[in-house]
C-alpha cells in the first residue's frame, strides 16, 4: 500500500504524550501448526480436498487456504497492560467473528482518501481481502520514518 511501511505489522498499542508507543496491547499471532496438521490429516485421511481448493474457477487459488478467526489458526495475543475490561471486549469481539455475528469487512467501508471501497450491506469476499491496497479511514500508519 503506498505510504505504509513495507516493515508494518498489525497491534494495538498505547501511545505516550508524544505519540510514539509506549505498551503494546494486542497483537495477531498464527498459529501455523493448526494449519499444518489440517493438511496432514487431510493427506493421511486419502483425502486431497486442500489441493481441489487451490484449483478453485471461481476465486484465485489463494483463497482456497483462506484460514480465519474460526479456524483457530489466526489469534488475537493480548500483554498484561492491556486493561482487563479492554481484553474482554477484544476477546468478545474475536469470538463475535468466529460464530459469525459480527463481520468485519462488512459495508459500509470508506478508505483513508474517502473513497467508499464497501457499499452497505455487502462485504468483501476473501479474495478481495487479501488483495487489499488500500487502508480503510480509522487505521493509522505510525512510521518512524517521521
Known amino acids: 500500500m503506498e505510504g505504509t511501511p513495507e516493515s508494518s505489522f498489525s497491534y494495538l498499542l498505547r501511545l505516550h504524550g ?10 495477531p ?5 493448526r494449519y499444518y496438521t489440517e493438511i496432514v490429516r487431510s493427506y493421511l485421511n486419502n483425502s486431497l480436498e486442500f489441493l481441489r481448493l487451490i484449483e478453485r474457477k471461481d476465486e484465485p487459488s489463494v483463497t482456497g ?3 480465519g478467526l474460526a479456524s483457530g489458526v489466526l489469534e488475537f495475543r493480548s ?13 468478545y469481539m474475536r469470538s463475535s467473528i468466529q460464530l459469525g455475528r459480527f463481520k468485519p ?14 457499499a452497505p450491506q455487502s462485504a468483501l469476499r476473501p479474495y478481495d481481502i ?3 491496497t488500500w ?12
Open 130 to 132: 487479501l488483495s487489499m
Open 65 to 67: 487456504f483462506w484460514w
Open 135 to 146: 487502508l480503510a479511514d480509522f487505521i493509522h500508519v505510525i512510521s518512524d520514518d517521521v
Open 105 to 118: 469487512f462488512r459495508g459500509p467501508i470508506t478508505d483513508d482518501q474517502g473513497i467508499e471501497r464497501v
Open 29 to 33: 499471532a498464527w498459529n501455523w501448526g
Open 18 to 27: 508524544l505519540g510514539a508507543p509506549s505498551d503494546y496491547l494486542a497483537a
Open 79 to 91: 500483554t498484561d497492560f492491556l486493561h482487563p475490561i479492554a481484553n474482554n471486549l477484544l476477546q
